[in-house]
């Protein structure tokens, strides 16, 4: 199973608003509404952020937002903030009963 | 308190096996599907195996399945055989417990480092 295409880099200036792009296949991403994002910190365990494609736990921030379009899944950020820096990692339930998760994307804020 | 603890990583040469456990506390682990996720130095995350609440469904990575074995009993394990240089990670034990129906983790524990090396 190939993990799901991130970019491996994005950047902007405090206050921006920057999207993350997560590209499947039609039996990942396109197939399924499994699809959630993580934040990870250094040398800390990943935190959800979003999960089915859309949805905040009740402890995220409605900075973050996300949807799907095909087998592409994007997040963005808005009013970006120096504690948003960090990796970022989508991942989709499979088909074959699996989960892929992303290669990750290093946010920057500049 | 809501916690998963990982233990049983370490240094383990090429070829040798190594049996992971995930001990929880502060809610019924019984009801809940669990995942094993694992993080290889610098690199990304990549989902290795979950086992149904009842222990009657597993499945496997591709990269594990045949030598990594997930079982449950009053704590999650994972017995990893025949390991590789390339499974050198932290391994994660992961649920879902507050938000969504599954395949989604919102409970992580702290890790566990295994090294495979000669």
């Known amino acids: 199973q190939s993990a799901l295409a991130q970019p491996p880099s994005v950047s902007g200036s405090p206050g921006q608003s920057l999207t993350i792009s997560c590209t499947g296949t039609?039996?990942?991403?396109?197939?399924?509404?499994?699809v959630s994002w993580y934040q990870q910190h250094p040398g800390k365990a990943p935190k959800l952020i979003i999960y089915?494609?859309?949805h905040r736990p009740s402890d995220i921030s409605d900075r973050f937002s996300a949807s799907k379009s095909g087998n592409t899944a994007s997040l963005t950020i808005s009013g970006l903030q120096s504690e948003d820096e960090g990796d970022y990692y989508c991942?989709?339930?499979?088909?074959?009963?699996?989960?892929?998760f992303g290669g990750g994307t290093k946010l920057t804020v500049l | 308190q809501v916690r998963l603890v990982e233990s049983g990583g370490g240094v383990v040469q090429p070829g040798r096996s190594l049996r992971l456990s995930c001990s929880v506390t502060?809610?019924?682990?019984?009801?809940?599907?669990m995942h094993w996720v694992r993080q290889a130095p610098g690199k990304g995350l990549e989902w290795v195996s979950v086992?149904?609440?009842?222990?009657t469904v597993k499945n496997y990575a591709e990269s594990v399945k045949g030598r990594f074995s997930v079982s449950r009993d009053t704590s999650l394990h994972l017995h990893m055989s025949s390991l590789r240089a390339e499974d050198t990670a932290i391994y994660y034990c992961?649920?879902?417990?507050?938000?969504?129906?599954?395949?989604?983790?919102?409970?992580w524990g702290q890790g566990t480092l295994v090294t495979v090396s000669s």
């Open positions: 992961a649920t879902t417990f507050y938000s969504g129906a599954g395949w989604n983790f919102d409970l």
């Open positions: 502060g809610f019924t682990f019984s009801r809940y599907t």
């Open positions: 086992i149904s609440y009842d222990g």
């Open positions: 039609g039996s990942d991403i396109g197939a399924h509404d499994h």
């Open positions: 089915d494609v859309t």
């Open positions: 991942s989709s339930y499979s088909s074959r009963a699996t989960l892929v």
